[in-house]
């Protein structure tokens, strides 16, 4: 009998301990604790050891209860894999968190944002800046990346460089990415935009891909109003029909970005310049696409309102970037005089 009693009593005494350790267990994992990195990257090397990867938070005090944490991996998660990567830990923070972060695994990234209607030339100076390669490479260097039209051979067999087809949006790119590899994806983004039925569009219009991304080009540069874009295509549509030169400033922008000497003014020079881009002399599009459009541009490129719309001039009542459109050279005049009017007060305010 009191053999029993004793036996009972260290059954209790065990079930106590066994229970109080998990207790005291789980309250280490799950009680966030305060730390001085909150704002900083800390790198796990590949390689590292999980003995290491916890003596590292360690010491920096991102794990503060090193014991349960220990226990927990050898006897409760003894599959764990701690990941290699750049991390944030935010503070406060609990060791269970901090496992976790661990094992998805974390590689820092950045945002770079290329904007709608850049050329490949500003493109290129702004990939150089962001992602700096173990070898820094120049901008000149990046559009030499840009060169590399293996990457759009089946969408387009002419290409001759990459403008066009590398697509403007925001993107996170690991950081140490190449700049190669930033090119490459943003030729894979462009390639995911386009749909597979925009194929019979461009077709129905008597236009091949190289065409649409061309026009896309022009009015991404012509209007940021989404709604006229339709509009502007219309426009470029009716003179192309009728062998009027498309006139378009931008390409003769562009003109100056290939010859190095665009300063931010057009100039008499960039204007009366024999050149396949200059659209104030030439009949029909420019040889290919002057900067990299939208979706909303291709979309417009492929469906052109249906208009007897000629010109167009921006709208100074409205303020908000759109245009007027006409389809006679008398209506356009007295929209480009007031346009001219606007403009010297604004020079003179």
């Not at 050891?49 to 927990?72: C, F, M, N, V």
């Not at 992602?131 to 290409?159: C, H, K, R, W, Y």
Request: hydrophobic share 40%; aromatic share 10%; proline share 5%.
């Amino acid at each position: 009998m009191k053999l029993t009693r004793l036996l009972l009593l260290f059954l209790l005494l065990a079930f106590l301990a066994v229970g109080g350790g998990y207790f005291w267990l789980q309250q280490a994992l799950q009680t966030p604790v305060a730390h001085d990195y909150a704002s900083e990257y800390i790198t796990i090397e590949r390689g590292m050891a999980s003995s290491q990867i916890l003596r590292k938070l360690e010491s920096q005090q991102i794990i503060q209860a090193p014991l349960a944490t220990k226990l927990y991996m050898r006897f409760f998660a003894p599959d764990l894999q701690l990941e290699a990567g750049d991390y944030l830990f935010p503070s406060p923070i609990s060791p269970k968190e901090v496992l976790n972060k661990l094992e998805d695994g974390r590689t820092r990234a950045k945002a770079v944002t290329i904007p709608e209607g850049w050329s490949r030339f500003e493109m290129a100076e702004r990939i150089a800046a962001q992602f700096p390669a173990e070898s820094a490479l120049t901008s000149e260097e990046v559009l030499t990346l840009m060169n590399n039209t293996e990457l759009i051979q089946g969408f387009d067999p002419q290409a001759t460089n990459l403008e066009g087809y590398l697509y403007p949006t925001t993107y996170q790119f690991e950081y140490g990415t190449h700049p190669e590899a930033v090119v490459e994806k943003m030729v894979q983004q462009f390639k995911s935009i386009w749909q597979p039925e925009w194929d019979s569009l461009a077709a129905s219009l008597g236009r091949d891909k190289r065409e649409i991304v061309t026009i896309a080009s022009l009015i991404e540069n012509e209007s940021q109003v989404d709604s006229e874009r339709s509009l502007v295509a219309s426009v470029i549509y009716n003179r192309l029909e009728k062998r009027i030169p498309l006139g378009i400033d931008a390409t003769n922008v562009y003109i100056a970005k290939l010859l190095n000497r665009w300063d931010g003014i057009i100039h008499k020079s960039d204007v009366e310049v024999d050149h396949p881009y200059n659209t104030r002399r030439i009949q029909g599009l420019p040889p290919g696409p002057i900067c990299s459009p939208s979706k909303s541009a291709l979309e417009a490129a492929l469906n052109p309102a249906s208009t007897d719309y000629l010109y167009y001039v921006l709208n100074v009542e409205t303020g908000d970037g759109s245009h007027n459109f006409y389809a006679d050279a008398a209506g356009f005049a007295r929209g480009k005089a007031e346009y001219q009017r606007w403009l010297s007060k604004q020079r003179n305010n």
